[in-house]
């Protein structure tokens, strides 16, 4: 299995940056894509950021030039800085990879971390 670890997370006022942080571990032959998802109160889980084991990106509109995101192959972990920061940025952000373990090398899976609160006061 692959655990998914975020950190970061936290209380900003509106127009402040903040930087979460994601590490994987485990039994990992190869992670594919690493990114972010998030999810505010009564809304579904929708995409933040992915980028790819090569280093290509893609954001939600809604965060574009805002948010960046960034990766470190060697540590397995995926990083978003955030800056500009609104009140409707509130909600879970999600760490998200996808990847291949030594024991099941040919199935591509996914997983999700437990999930970072980032709140956007005004």
């Known amino acids: 299995q692959v655990q998914l670890v975020e950190s970061g997370g936290g209380l900003v006022q509106a127009g402040g940056s903040l930087r979460v942080s994601c590490a994987a571990s485990?039994?990992?032959?190869?992670?594919?894509?690493m990114g972010w998802y998030r999810q505010a109160p009564g809304k579904q889980r929708e995409l933040v950021a992915l980028?790819?084991?090569?280093?290509?990106?893609n954001y939600a509109d809604s965060v574009k030039d805002r948010f960046t995101i960034s990766r470190d192959n060697a540590k397995n972990t995926v990083y978003l800085e955030m800056n500009s920061l609104k009140p409707d940025d509130t909600a879970v952000y999600y760490c998200?990879?996808?990847?291949?373990?030594?024991?099941?090398?040919?199935?591509?899976?996914?997983?999700w971390g437990q999930g970072t609160q980032v709140t956007v006061s005004t």
């Open positions: 998200y990879c996808n990847a291949r373990l030594y024991s099941t090398i040919w199935r591509l899976s996914d997983y």
């Open positions: 485990g039994s990992i032959f190869s992670i594919d894509a």
């Open positions: 980028i790819s084991r090569g280093g290509s990106t």
